[in-house]
């Protein structure tokens, strides 16, 4: 019963990025869920929570999945960054094209400069260590979050080598900070 009169400090994290790069797998995982062996094209937005308590404080994550807004775009951006304390801007190592495309997603983001970012590569199990062509190399994803402010992490939704629990403990140390 005490649990129930625990007070969370709550933070309003957005998933954000193209279309196919995990957003909803990652959101599912973070919350506590297994990795979906199917998972819906996500239509309008769905979110999620994940309770965590960072060196004593109670803080809630509520994961707005973004899923449709690939689509909508512009007039769905302002709805969903009102009172958005972080975002996650997501790509998948493979796929280079939603690397590139997050610049677009950074852009729109500037109209809240106060946000924390954090930049997230997603399915790094699916990493071919034996070419280099068609991913997004670490290096190049660093220098890209470095010049823009972001805290980067490589990830999988699915398999190791990368855990999402670390991201989900320095998202919320983060906030906790802010
Ligand atoms: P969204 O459109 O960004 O929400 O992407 P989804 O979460 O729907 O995932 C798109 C596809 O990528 C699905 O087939 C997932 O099973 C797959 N997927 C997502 N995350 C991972 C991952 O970390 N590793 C692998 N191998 N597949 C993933
Ligand atoms: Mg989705």
Redesign the pocket.
């Known amino acids: 019963v005490s649990s129930l009169l625990t007070r969370y400090r709550t933070f309003k994290v957005l ?1 954000i ?12 995982r973070i919350c506590g869920g297994q ?2 062996s ?2 819906e ?2 239509i309008g937005v769905d979110f999620r929570e994940r309770l965590l308590d960072i060196d004593g404080e109670k803080i809630k994550l509520q994961l707005w ?1 973004t ?1 449709g807004q ?1 689509r909508f775009r512009k007039s769905m951006v302002q709805h969903y960054y009102r009172n958005v304390h972080a975002v996650l801007f ?1 790509y ?1 190592v493979i796929c280079p094209g939603s690397f590139n495309g997050l610049i677009a997603w950074i852009e729109e983001c500037s109209i809240c400069p106060a946000l924390l970012r954090f930049l997230v590569g ?5 990493r071919d260590p034996s070419r280099t062509e068609g991913q997004v190399s670490q290096e190049r994803a660093m220098s890209f979050s470095k010049a823009h402010g972001m805290m980067f992490f490589e ?5 190791p080598p990368h855990s999402v629990e670390d991201i989900v403990v320095a998202v919320g140390a983060k906030l906790k900070r802010h």
């Open positions: 998933m990025g193209d279309s196919g790069v995990g957003k909803t797998c990652l959101t599912h990795f979906p199917r998972v094209a996500t999945d899923a690939e997501i998948d997603n399915k790094s199990d699916l990830t999988s939704a699915k398999n």
